[in-house]
């Protein structure tokens, strides 16, 4: 239903008896109050939950003028509310794809190529070679090529010998301090890369 407001009412929104009105792009819209007819399932208690911290955590990244100066940067290129660009930031993990090691021979200046996905791109790229035997090898930040491209470089610090059994771990972290890691699984299938 559209509405066509007094001046002095125009921008309203909230509810009102039966009615929600809602004001966005400009204009307000009319529409009836939900009516709820059962108890919320915990699946939707945890959803409710999960949206009331990511508005928390919204309000107190867009207080520190560093953090909403990022937000609104991107908010601004995608034409999205700054608020809602900061939740959704909240709300949505960062996922590592498989990594590319072709260039990678266990020596020291191999590139190790990363492809991270996020809503907004990822803050931190987080990489950590292990031995078979679990002696950490080396372990250090990934390089972004290029501001929000998703594409990360870890270059080696150490040499591992051919014929050696390694673990490759990568953990993403977005700008909401969400991490998701991912084991490299390729040729033993039990995490373990040989180099050959």
């Avoid at 020291?108 to 987080?126: F, K, T």
């Avoid at 250090?140 to 594409?151: D, L, Q, S, W, Y």
């Avoid at 591992?160 to 699984?185: Q, W």
């Amino acid at each position: 239903m559209k509405v066509i407001l007094q001046s002095g009412l125009r921008g309203l929104s909230g509810g009102m008896q039966d009615w929600v009105y809602q004001y966005r792009d400009g204009k307000t819209y009319l529409g009836p109050k939900p009516r709820r007819t059962r108890e919320p399932s915990q699946t939707e208690l945890n959803q409710r939950e999960r949206f009331r911290e990511a508005a928390l955590y919204a309000k107190s990244a867009l207080a520190d003028p560093a953090t909403r100066e990022f937000y609104e940067t991107v908010a601004a290129e995608r034409g999205t509310p700054v608020f809602a660009l900061a939740v959704g930031d909240f709300l949505n993990q960062p996922s590592i794809k498989p990594l590319d090691l072709s260039n990678y021979k266990g020596q020291v200046g191999d590139p190790i190529l990363i492809r991270a996905v996020d809503d907004i791109g990822l803050a931190d790229v987080e990489v950590e070679l292990t031995a078979s035997n679990g002696t950490q090898i080396e372990k250090g930040k990934a390089v972004e090529n290029g501001v929000r491209t998703g594409r990360w470089t870890y270059t080696a610090t150490a040499p591992v010998a051919l014929g050696s059994d390694i673990f490759i771990k990568v953990v993403g972290v977005d700008h909401a301090g969400d991490r998701n890691a991912n084991y490299r699984k390729p040729h033993c299938g039990d995490g373990r890369l040989r180099l050959t």
